[in-house]
């Protein structure tokens, strides 16, 4: 009887075909850290390769060349990085226009995954394992770039967001000089003259913002169904529209809760029972916009107002109240935009 020889045999058991391939990235503002890894038949986890690269154009090249050349061509591949500010999008970008799959992860969720895997370090490799394995071993949704009018709309709205923060801050100066027992007469021209500097910007911020709206015949009718809300104006509509890129990966109101940070985190553990809070590991300009929407529809729609004082009395925290009154304002937006009706007040 022919035998097969003993190191062929081995190399028959150990062979095993790859079923998923997942390029991690961990990027940063000057170069990226990559790592290739593939899921095997047998549900195995193994690194094919690192590198680095530099974030630059050059580097996207380079990249590109280096996974081709290990990639089953067969198997489709996907990229799996973190939201890390604005660096990764050129990245994401160059590769989702060449028809890549893309995964872009908030990093709350990453951190999370990393630790149910045991990592205890953090390095631009490990990080980039990490990624690479959530990417193979999870269902993740497919980035999609934001359209050109939303994602100026969403620099211009974050622009504005600052410089009302930094007036605010010059206005508190203001009050505190003007108290003094001493008045310091030159700060507070000082003062004055840099509230007049940042007004002066922020109605060209608002102007433009006004401008691309106007400009967008749909999104403009759509605002005009979400500002039928009570409490809900322009600012606060445009606002989450361009932070969600118009809900458009969005399929449920429980993800976009989540996304948003308002979705509640429970603490208990047989009888013991912890505080319930929400997470805010999502979206803060989201939750900073629907802030005093949610007391202002709480005091003018009857519905919310009876919704908010129930809640009101039963948790005896006001601000509980008003966290569940943000998620309905959000709910009610979602609804509104997709379905490209008016709000209809109950009766």
């Known amino acids: 009887m022919w035998e097969i020889p003993l190191f062929i045999y081995l190399i028959m058991i150990m062979k095993t075909g790859v079923i998923k391939q997942v390029v991690g990235i961990d990027i940063s503002k000057d170069d990226f850290q990559v790592c290739f890894s593939v899921l095997t038949d047998n549900l195995d986890v193994k ?34 990085m973190e939201a890390t500010g604005v660096y990764y999008e050129g990245l994401a970008y ?21 630790q149910s895997l045991g990592v205890k370090s953090k390095t631009d490799s490990i990080d980039a394992a990490v990624l690479a394995r959530m990417g193979l071993e999870r269902k993740l949704s497919p980035w999609k770039p934001f359209s050109p009018n939303l994602q ?11 410089l009302i923060a930094e007036r605010t801050t010059i206005k508190n100066h203001l009050h505190s000089y003007s108290h003094q027992g001493v008045l310091p007469k030159d700060s507070i021209k000082r003062c004055q003259k840099q509230i007049a500097f940042l007004n002066k910007l922020l109605t060209q911020v608002e102007k433009q913002i006004e401008g691309v709206v106007q400009k967008d015949t749909a999104l403009h009718q759509r605002l005009k169904h979400v500002q039928t809300i009570k409490g809900v104006a322009f600012w606060t509509a445009i606002i989450i529209i361009s932070e969600t890129n118009g809900f458009a990966t969005f399929h449920s109101i429980k993800q976009l809760t989540s996304y948003a940070g308002l979705d509640i985190r429970i603490a208990e553990s047989g009888k013991w029972k912890g505080k319930s809070k929400i997470s805010k590991q999502g979206n803060s300009y989201i939750r900073k916009a629907l802030y005093f929407p949610a007391f202002c529809m709480a005091k003018h729609d009857p519905h919310t107002q009876q919704y908010y004082q129930k809640l009101r009395l039963k948790k005896g925290v006001t601000m509980i109240a008003a966290v569940a009154v943000q998620r309905k304002i959000l709910a009610l937006i979602y609804t509104l935009w997709k379905k490209q009706e008016d709000f209809k007040p109950q009766m």
């Not at 280096?66 to 990639?71: G, I």
């Not at 989702?96 to 992860?105: D, E």
């Not at 100026?152 to 600052?162: G, I, T």
């Open 47 to 80: 690194i094919r390769a690192s590198r680095k690269f530099k974030n630059t154009q050059d580097g996207f090249d380079s990249f590109c060349d280096w996974f081709s050349s290990k990639q089953t061509a067969d198997l489709p591949i996907a990229f799996t």
């Open 94 to 114: 160059f590769l989702y226009n060449k028809g890549f799959t893309v995964h872009v992860i908030l990093p709350n969720q990453v951190k999370k995954y990393g």
């Open 152 to 162: 100026l709309l969403k620099q211009l709205c974050r622009e504005r967001d600052r």
